[in-house]
């Protein structure tokens, strides 16, 4: 599960420490569902916990289902519209607001990369 959390036509990318798996790859905050947890839950705790912020309006947007060793795995991306307080990185992380443009130069994590095609025209609208 991921925020994909816009700001005047910007969107929030960080870029994952060097003790994480992926380590320097860019992504979309986020992380995995607890046992138990409701989708906006699980994305109102991860954000809070990775980022210190508490997000206000947020919808569903798109689901990516990838193929792995031993099975696939569903990711759910979330546009976050309003959030509350300033993301300030919480685990070691790099934070930037990037332009869909700017993102370009970025090296995002694969399924990331993928959605990123498919951003650019939802941030125009915002």
Known sequence: MAGVIV???RFLAARRSETMAWAGFWEFPG??????ETLAEALKRELHEELSIAIDAFSLWKVKEKKVTGGAIRLFFHLVTEFSGTPTPREGQELAWLTCEEAKDYTFLPV????LAELSGCL???
């Open 124 to 126: 125009q609208t915002r």
């Open 112 to 115: 990331d990369a993928e959605v």
């Open 7 to 9: 700001r005047d036509s």
């Open 31 to 36: 992380g995995k569902v607890e046992p138990g």
